[in-house]
């Protein structure tokens, strides 16, 4: 009899496999990614934190000290000064680039589409230069006797200060120059959401008589919130971690003036070669931003329901 004189009849698999099979699919689709994601993020964060409660050292063991470096670092004042210069960024900085943030995003919303174009491109340039390129051309233009900073100024009558000497004047460049190439990440968030916005809210206040100034402030602003938190949210997150765009101007100087504390835990890492003090520093601040997103991120929250229901009503 031959082989193939009988057909084997192909098993048809259960309800119970297919479920399974339709459970287990998803986790096989994003294996790949959440393999990267533990291997570069999540074992990271474990050997940090074994660094932070241990004394390492290349020419011996670890040795458990507990919270001996928290404790350390809560009594260092150079911490406590790189946290009130990353305050000023977080704060500071970003306030100014959120005020002027929202005044290009509505002044590009009011022009015809050509140049608005043309402008939003012009406007995007800094955003896109990597940071620690946008300091070092910085630092050019805040040069005491060569740069193009206190050339300008003698031109109008003012005497130029030495930028990167003095400690207020650099920290003061720094944040020139952070708000320079920030400020357009801004604007393309706020520009996105004026241009979501319903056209009938404003043409209805027009004809209720309503100013360009009053429509602004009573509509625009209000309707933009979540936009606004979202901008301020990914700034403040990124600010806090402010490194590159420093150590490309000054290094942290003049003194410690702008050495944020991103910067004081890289030199105290890379420097001092004490990595499990660098690596309680980096625990703090990490409980810092996440104190920090989860305080906006209910503000944001909040906005978005409170503009649901205006919809809604509407």
């Not at 000290?65 to 946290?83: M, P, S």
């Not at 009011?110 to 300091?135: C, D, E, K, Q, W």
């Not at 920290?171 to 020139?176: R, S």
């Not at 990595?275 to 104190?291: F, G, R, T």
């Amino acid at each position: 009899m031959s082989s193939f004189a009988q057909a084997q009849p192909i098993a048809t698999p259960t309800p119970k496999t297919r479920m399974a099979q339709k459970r287990l699919f998803p986790w096989m689709l994003v294996l790949p990614s959440l393999t990267v994601l533990v291997v570069m993020g999540v074992a990271p964060l474990f050997y940090v934190l074994i660094l932070s409660v241990t004394d390492f050292s290349f020419n011996k063991p670890l040795e458990f000290v507990g919270l001996t470096h928290f404790i350390e670092a809560v009594q260092d004042d150079r911490f406590w000064k790189g946290i009130a210069i990353t305050s000023w960024f977080v704060f500071g900085s970003v306030g100014l680039q959120l005020m002027l943030g929202i005044a290009s995003a509505w002044a590009l919303s009011r022009i015809h589409n050509t140049v608005r174009y043309f402008a939003l491109t012009i406007i995007l340039i800094p955003m896109l230069l990597s940071p620690i390129l946008a300091g070092s051309l910085w630092k050019m233009l805040f040069k005491a006797r060569y740069g193009a900073i206190n050339y300008l100024l003698e031109q109008v009558g003012i005497t130029g200060v030495d930028w990167l000497a003095n400690p207020t004047a650099a920290l003061i460049g720094v944040t020139i120059a952070d708000v320079w190439q920030w400020t357009p990440f801004i604007t393309l968030i706020l520009f996105a959401g004026i241009q979501s916005l319903s056209q009938e809210i404003h043409e209805a206040a027009y004809v209720d008589g309503a100013s360009l100034w009053q429509t602004f402030v009573r509509i625009t602003l209000p309707l933009l919130r979540p936009f606004i938190f979202l901008a301020v949210f990914l700034r403040m997150i990124d600010a806090f971690k402010t490194f590159d765009l420093i150590w490309g101007i000054t290094k942290g100087g003049q003194g410690s003036a702008t050495e944020s504390i991103a910067l004081y835990t890289h030199k105290v890492a890379f420097t001092s070669f004490d990595l499990s003090y660098a690596a309680a520093m980096s625990l703090l601040q990490l409980i810092v931003i996440i104190v920090l997103g989860k305080l906006l991120l209910n503000n944001l929250t909040q906005a978005n329901a409170q503009r649901a229901a205006a919809s809604t009503a509407l």
